[in-house]
């Protein structure tokens, strides 16, 4: 498959993450233009080789999509059903393919993006469980007093921070700049 078809193929799945968020969704106007907004910064991203564009557009179109989806609890079957459909699997999708960005737009199970994708997918899933059985180790009581505000502000909280950690990497120093040039030169 040539790069403008792969490319081609992962605009379409950025278009049904996208369509996937705006139909389990009770948007209002804002949040119709941040997860619009997202996408286009995604398929940007993609289009520029750019992960860090890619990323924020990921976070942009998942925060509208998340604050537009009413899920008041995720022990009925609909509510899950709702949140898994029109949340989680889009934005691993959105995620998967921002995280890929800079790559040789490929991608395939066993590669870094495809293995930080799946990392961070399982940290944010699992990071309200794991936060409720932790205060229950410590204080019973808490994990029944946990309200769907306290819940979604543990899992937003997850994911910003892993968003945050995915896009933050190490620049070069000067110094290694000025010996690379300085070698140029003397070539």
Request: hydrophobic content about 60%; aromatic content about 4%; proline content about 4%.
């Amino acid at each position: 498959m040539t790069r403008s078809a792969r490319l081609a193929v992962y605009i379409i799945l950025v278009a049904i993450s996208t369509a996937a968020m705006l139909v389990f969704a009770s948007l209002d106007f804002g949040a119709i233009i941040a997860v619009l907004a997202g996408a286009v910064l995604v398929v940007a991203g993609l289009l520029n080789s750019y992960k860090p564009a890619a990323v924020v557009g990921m976070l942009l179109a998942s925060i509208g999509a998340a604050s537009a989806i009413q899920i008041n609890t995720l022990t009925e079957a609909s509510t899950l059903v709702t949140a898994i459909i029109g949340l989680f699997l889009p934005v691993i999708v959105l995620s998967w393919l921002a995280l890929s960005a800079e790559e040789e737009i490929e991608i395939r199970i066993g590669r870094r993006p495809s293995l930080v994708t799946s990392a961070y997918a399982i940290v944010c899933l699992f990071s309200v469980p794991i936060v409720v059985l932790i205060g229950g180790l410590i204080q019973p009581a808490i994990a029944t007093r946990i309200s769907t505000m306290t819940e979604l502000a543990i899992a937003l909280f997850v994911s910003a921070a892993g968003a945050v950690a995915l896009t933050s990497g190490t620049l070069p120093s000067p110094k290694a700049e000025n010996v690379a040039e300085e070698e140029e030169t003397e070539e």
